[in-house]
């Protein structure tokens, strides 16, 4: 082979392969259509081809970004001056994504979401998000009734270790603390916890001091609390899934994150 061509085959074998979405709505996306995904521009689209009713866009990552889809992952059209940008949703789940992104429900927590990047962010997205808002013809709800825990947002922030207590926890054990953070217009009020392993079993919560207690904490709209629970031994390492029931003005939800 010729030394001259060895470089190019290099980096022809380097390439990554186009990643892939399906819209129902995908007018005025065309090659070079910026891709935003979690409000930042990660690549651009490589291609629209029509299927039927849905049209299957096909988009590349930027050099250096790099973009980890779960299974719970979904994709919007959104229109900007001049054109059309499509935004993704990575997702939270623990298990990735290997097929095409389907694209996003217009769900009460979907349009929560849309205005936040709208108003945390800057440029042209959020003026897009704005538009798209426009087109709709109203803004993101408030969050009430049954639907209060899409307001709701669960996250793990890290595990600490705890010593023994007589009785309740006699070998010691691990606190598990979590970040709840309240977006509706209401306070929320946890009642109750469930905390679940990759298998769906229950994992059983110690509770050497009230303080230490998950639940009976009330956030007000628009605040962040953290609260933690007390597992036996290494328990807590195993935790990936946390079921709460709470309260929003006497109505009640159940929602279930991963984590």
């Known amino acids: 082979m010729d030394a001259r061509v060895l470089p190019l085959v290099l980096v022809l074998g380097c390439a990554k392969p186009p990643l892939h979405a399906v819209l129902e709505q995908a007018e005025g996306l065309t090659k070079g259509s910026r891709v935003y995904a979690a409000g930042v521009l990660v690549g651009e689209v490589e291609s629209v081809r029509l299927e039927g009713a849905q049209a299957d866009v096909s988009f590349n990552l930027r050099e ?5 889809l779960r299974v719970d992952a979904c994709a919007m059209s959104l229109p900007e001056d001049g054109g059309t940008l499509l935004l993704l949703f990575p997702g939270k789940e623990l298990e990735r994504l290997s097929a095409t992104v389907p694209a996003c429900e217009l769900s009460a927590h979907r349009l929560i979401a849309l205005k936040q990047l709208a108003s945390s962010g800057g440029g042209a997205l959020s003026q897009a998000i704005r538009r798209y808002f426009a087109e709709l013809g109203k803004s993101a709800p408030p969050v009430e009734g049954p639907k209060a825990c899409g307001a709701l947002e669960v996250s793990r922030l890290r595990i600490e270790e705890v010593g023994a207590v007589p009785l309740l926890l006699p070998s010691g054990g691990k606190r598990l603390w979590l970040a709840v ?15 679940l392993d990759s298998r769906g079993t229950i994992a059983q919560v110690r509770v050497p001091e009230p303080a230490d207690l998950f639940t009976s904490v009330t956030i007000p709209a628009g605040a962040r609390r953290e609260v933690s629970a007390v597992f036996e031994g290494s328990k807590a390492n195993q935790v990936s899934a946390v079921e709460v029931k709470a309260s929003f003005d006497d109505a009640g939800c159940s929602v279930r994150w991963r984590l």
Do not use: D
């Open 181 to 195: 953070e309240n977006r509706g217009e209401s306070p929320a009020s946890l009642e109750t916890a469930t905390f």
């Open 64 to 68: 250096g970004n790099t973009l980890s």
